[in-house]
């Protein structure tokens, strides 16, 4: 992640330095490098090294899931002959819970959700050269302060004492391992206030069949290793997953109120996504920014917002020192929710109180959403 504004002449001579040095300690290896999303894909020092690799985020920091696989096409398409890979993606989860997955929200069943829809984009695209998911295990990071545990980074597949591996791990097994397996989603998710739940299953045999109370369910086959089961959620029902000779066990308990300790409550947060409030048709701080945008009111309350952030980044932590491209971090930052950006803004330095948020959110709620 050299630069996020693009190369001057010096940064390129520079790269080209080192990419002949390289070859001259060793003949028998290829060059890369790891390039951040908002450099622009026609920098010239993007086409020093023998191949190249792109930090994503597409579905957690911004855009959505679908934009990953043709991010790529169209850079391969541009790019025919220089190899491409994907060198970070990921998103994070805690011990949050829900049956109604939402970018951001860090609970175990988005980030299963979004590693399946990365795996179906990324591992089919026989064109890359490699993919590396961002991160194995949860870590430390003194500066976070996200997901409800301050300090750490959970992008991992694994908790961070190595005792757990998330539904997402599985979902790499299903793909990359040749132990045969079977796999039940949503362990730690039991109480549930939903007449039906969808329950994934992870397998990386060739058909799975699911029994609720010794019912069988029926036999599901799915190339894509992920199998899907809406099982009737009344009293307590226990799930037995069969795959060949191999069986994975789980429950579901139907209760009428949510289970308060699924629901991310962040120490020291200013609001959730759950305390605003959003009419229908009409806009709120859960709405992305880019369809905040489609309106001239919109805009205005926006720019009084990026004013509040242009003079607290001007004297506070700013960017970490790196020049950003403004419009790629525009393009980029038009995928998120208000809310979601006010609260990343914190590790900036910039911060808004509850009185804010809510004020804004009022004036947001006046106004029409446009189709």
Request: net charge negative; aromatic share 12%.
């Amino acid at each position: 992640e050299i630069s996020m504004q693009g190369s001057s002449d010096d940064l390129v001579d520079n790269h080209n330095v080192l990419n002949d040095l390289c070859h001259e300690l060793d003949k028998t290896r290829l060059t890369t490098m790891a390039i951040v999303s908002m450099c622009p894909v026609d920098d010239p020092y993007i086409q020093v090294p023998d191949t190249v690799s792109w930090n994503h985020y597409f579905g957690w920091y911004g855009g959505t899931t679908a934009d990953n696989g043709p991010w790529f096409d169209e850079f391969h398409a541009k790019y025919p002959n220089l190899p491409v890979g994907c060198s970070e993606y990921g998103c994070e989860a805690l011990n949050w819970h829900t049956s109604d997955p939402k970018q951001g929200d860090y609970t175990e069943e988005y980030q299963a959700y979004y590693h399946e829809e990365l795996i179906k984009q990324l591992f089919t695209r026989k064109y890359m050269w490699a993919t590396h998911v961002w991160n194995m295990f949860d870590f430390g990071a003194d500066s976070r302060n996200e997901g409800g545990e301050n300090g750490q980074n959970h992008k991992g597949l694994v908790t961070f004492d190595r005792k757990y591996k998330k539904d997402s791990f599985y979902a790499y097994k299903a793909w990359l391992s040749d132990d045969p397996f079977v796999h039940i989603c949503g362990k730690r998710y039991v109480d549930r206030v939903e007449d039906v739940t969808k329950v994934t299953v992870y397998s990386n045999l060739p058909e799975v069949e699911l029994f609720a109370n010794g019912v069988s369910l029926g036999k599901k086959a799915s190339p894509e290793h992920f199998f899907y089961f809406d099982v009737p959620n009344v009293g307590e029902t226990e799930l037995v997953a069969v795959a060949g000779e191999f069986k994975d066990e789980g429950k579901i308990r139907k209760v009428d109120t949510m289970n308060e300790d699924y629901i991310l409550k962040e120490k020291g947060a200013i609001l959730n996504w759950f305390d605003i409030d959003a009419p229908e048709g009409r806009l709120s701080l859960n709405d992305k920014m880019s369809d905040i945008m489609k309106t001239f009111r919109g805009k205005l309350i926006l720019l009084g917002m990026f004013k509040k952030i242009k003079k607290g980044l001007s004297g506070g932590k700013g960017t970490a020192g790196f020049d950003v491209d403004k419009k790629a971090m525009m393009n980029m930052m038009s995928g998120f929710t208000l809310l979601r950006l006010t609260g990343l803004m914190g590790m900036t330095g910039v911060t808004f109180t509850k009185e804010e948020l809510l004020e804004m959110n009022r004036k947001l709620n006046k106004i029409k959403k446009k189709k």
